[in-house]
């Protein structure tokens, strides 16, 4: 190393050296916590505020006369029988409410439960399609269709297979006939199983899918478990998001990103989105995750969703962040847990019986 000038005061010479010594490029760096990612405070039908699996859509005015909708599902403690979708309107960034009208939950299942909501707006309708998965003893993705914030049609059956066979479904609409929809395919292991891949289906109406084709999307020894995925015009790119399992477990450490021209073929980002401990909310699980950008000022908004192990149960939350693109991706280039978390917990794993 050479030092363009010297260090007259032996003091501020060692104090170099142990600056040095302890930045060494062994070490990860860690990166700040995140400043402006807020727990939403969200007035569930069952009471406690609770809920997973987030996923947000921008609509017309002439469809709602608040232009972002948000579902959840809620899920007390892990209590499955109220982990059903339920809707939410944003009237600013951090504030959500039930739209005028609104009985949540939207869908109620006749056994079993409904998880992992993904909607879509079709301007060819002017309807919110709100695709999510019937549990039981096997997996069925249902399809709902909104006229409005209140008026929802029967469930139509648009794809099934064996139970963790169609895990997380991510519907995206890219033009007129040009429909995709993704989804994890876990085997009939769930969370006990070895490892996952990501499937894609096409379609020309949203309604009748193609048989699936697996995409490349994969890492080594990280599985990606529940994935949202949306369109990305003036990219020309799909942008996904995905929190991802190890082998025998759904207690899923780290949300990550991936970029594709064709959703079949993905390039992975360097580092993480989002590690569990970024804030006290998230101590030990980050889950499903959903985001949208915006052309017009550059940014990315995103939700998240995840849990604390506390007095023997889990608690799980939703929180929301906004930033420019450009800070998205330096956080992803950059080594080190996004929210200064360590990434360890002491919780019990979840498992089928218990993961939402």
Same mark, same amino acid.
Do not use: M
């Given at each position: 190393m050479i030092f363009t000038r010297s260090i007259a005061d032996p003091r501020l010479l060692v104090a170099l050296l142990v600056s040095l010594a302890c930045s060494d490029a062994s070490s990860p760096r860690k990166v700040p916590p995140p400043t402006d990612l807020h727990v939403l405070a969200l007035e569930t039908f069952d009471g406690s505020g609770q809920a997973v699996h987030p996923d947000a859509a921008i609509t017309p005015l002439t469809w709602a006369p608040d232009q972002t909708q948000l579902f959840v599902t809620p899920y007390p403690n892990g209590d499955a029988t109220k982990e059903n979708p339920s809707l939410f309107t944003g009237r600013t960034f951090v504030d959500w409410l039930i739209p005028p009208g609104v009985m949540n939950p939207i869908a109620r299942p006749a056994t079993g439960y409904l998880s992992d909501p993904d909607e879509v707006f079709n301007p060819e309708t002017n309807e919110l399609w709100l695709y999510y998965r019937a549990v039981t003893s096997e997996n069925e993705i249902l399809? @709902?269709?909104?006229?409005? %914030?209140? #008026? +929802?049609?029967? =469930?139509?059956?648009?794809?099934?297979?064996?139970?963790? #066979? @169609?895990?997380? %479904?991510?519907?995206?609409?890219?033009?007129?006939?040009? /429909?995709l929809m993704w989804s994890v395919n876990s085997g009939t292991g769930g969370c006990a199983g070895n490892s996952t891949t990501v499937e894609m289906r096409r379609s020309s109406d949203g309604i009748n +899918?193609?048989?699936?084709?697996? #995409?490349?999307?994969?890492?080594?020894?990280?599985?990606? +478990?529940?994935?949202?995925?949306? /369109?990305?015009?003036?990219?020309?790119?799909? +942008?996904? @998001?995905?929190?991802?399992? @190890? =082998?025998?477990?759904?207690?899923?450490?780290?949300?990550?990103?991936?970029?594709s021209t064709d959703g079949l073929h993905w390039v992975l980002a360097g580092g993480p989105v989002l590690v569990r401990g970024a804030i006290p909310a998230f101590a030990d699980i980050v889950y499903r995750a959903s985001l949208l950008y915006d052309e017009a000022t550059d940014s990315i908004t995103l939700w998240y969703s995840g849990a604390r192990f506390q007095d023997g149960r889990y608690d799980w939350r939703i929180a929301t962040e906004r930033l420019t693109a450009s800070a998205f991706f330096e956080r992803l280039a950059a080594s080190g847990l996004p929210g200064g978390g360590s990434g360890v917990t002491t919780a019990p794993p979840l498992t089928d019986a218990d993961a939402p």
């Open positions: 399809l @709902i269709r909104g006229s409005g %914030p209140s #008026t +929802w049609s029967p =469930p139509t059956l648009v794809a099934s297979g064996t139970n963790h #066979t @169609i895990v997380s %479904p991510t519907v995206v609409r890219r033009g007129a006939g040009d /429909w +899918w193609s048989d699936p084709a697996t #995409t490349d999307l994969s890492e080594v020894n990280a599985f990606a +478990w529940h994935i949202d995925v949306e /369109w990305i015009p003036s990219k020309q790119e799909f +942008w996904a @998001i995905y929190n991802v399992k @190890i =082998p025998g477990s759904c207690t899923t450490s780290e949300l990550h990103f991936a970029r």
